[in-house]
């Protein structure tokens, strides 16, 4: 294993909140219906898409233009980076600066494969920018998870194969576009609906590289073997 490719919401740190926060107030201005059910349906999805997809639970798609869209995506924007301005180091997950700084000893490349605009901001609040080697830029990805495009520009602009990279994720749809990309998963406290990650956990804090090194060797053996 070369290359370790990060989600930022609920693998780093937990602005998860935040963000139903600001969809919340947003759909309170406009009168339309959200809640934590809802919100489960936006977890690695990016901004205008999850705009859409509480439109469309509203039954008032069709209300709005693509224009209109765009100014309520950025005011959601808005009302989230207000919230999180005030984030610090303390707010990374448990066990994460830890596993930063093993994967680092080892020489292993560190990205950020996540559909937030803000993560450089995020991650500069957290103060572990300077970890990553690449952060992948969301607004350059056409294709959201499930699909495997940003988790493949990850591995691309490190120069590392697919095959050698490990995808960490804690949503579904992400477990789904790092198997797409054909890397090992970890999952974070995934809710399993298809398919399951390679190495499920329940929380950052068990995160290990002994552990992951052990359980990356079983697979690599596995696919070497299928073939």
Known sequence: MEAFLFDLDGVLTNTSRYHFLAWKQLCSRLKLKF??????????VSRMR?????????????NFDEKQKEQLADQKNNIYLSMIKNITP??????IPEFLSQAKSRNIKL???SASKNAGFVLERLQIRDHFDYIADAAKITHPKPHPEIFLCCSRAL???????IGFEDAQAGIEAIHAAGMFS??????VTTVAP????DST???????LSESYSKWLKKGVKAL
């Open 111 to 113: 990205a950020v494969a």
């Open 159 to 165: 120069g590392i194969e697919p095959l050698y990279c």
């Open 186 to 191: 970890v999952g974070i406290g995934v809710s």
């Open 90 to 95: 303390n707010d990374l997950l448990p066990g």
């Open 35 to 44: 809640d934590e059910q809802d919100n489960h349906m936006l977890l690695g």
């Open 50 to 62: 999850s705009l859409e997809i509480i439109l469309e639970l509203n039954g008032c798609a069709s």
């Open 205 to 211: 804090s068990q995160l290990s590289y002994n552990l």
């Open 198 to 201: 390679d190495l499920a956990l």
